[in-house]
Every structure is written in C-alpha cells, then in structure tokens.
C-alpha cells in the first residue's frame, strides 16, 4: 500500500470513529461503482448518508472540503444512484463531507451536513 493510499485510509478510519461518535451507523465503506468511489455510506434516523472524507496536511492551499469539486460531487451522486437502486432504498438520501485538517500533528475534524446537492 501506498503513502497516499495508507493516508486516505486513516482519513476514513478517523471519519468513521468520529461520526459513530455522533451516533452515526456505518453501513458500507469504500463502495465502488464504475468511475465512482464513496469513502462512507452512513446511516442516522432515516437518513442515508454518503459521505465524502478529505484531510489535508495544511491549509496552505485550502481547505479539505473546498476539493470537494462539482466533478467530484457529481461523481459520488452517480454512485449514490447505484447504491440506493442496488439496494432498494426509497428513503431520505444526504450528501457530507467530513473534512480532516492536521495542526501540528493533531487532527481537527469537521462535519458539513447537506454539502452538496
């Protein structure tokens, strides 16, 4: 495994235990359809959830959800529409993103409810 990938995979090992704290329920990781990749599809009350994790090492460039895209979140709706058809799922449907920031080696984790869409 890659630096890169190991990274994103702690991203979404960090994501997922900060929104199970939130009382989230994890449904599915890394789902994949075609071109699109979800990191987390989350569950909460009656709400589907497919979450978005970005982290970043600095805020030199940016913020981690301002790389949230119109592609990319196009491309995690595509998915979406996949999953919820695979499934069955008729219900209440929600776009996050939790971003990761790293200050002085200590992350700082945010959750944008409805990010996009």
Known sequence: MTDKMQKGKDAEDMAAVFLKSLGYEI???NYRYKTSEIDLIVRKDNWLVFVEVK????DAYGYPEEFVDYKKAKNIVYGAEQYT??????GNVRYDVVAISMRNG????????DAFY
């Open 27 to 29: 449904v599915q990781r």
């Open 55 to 58: 982290m970043r090492s600095s």
């Open 85 to 90: 058809y695979e499934n069955g799922y008729d």
């Open 106 to 113: 200590v992350p700082d984790l945010r959750h944008f409810e």
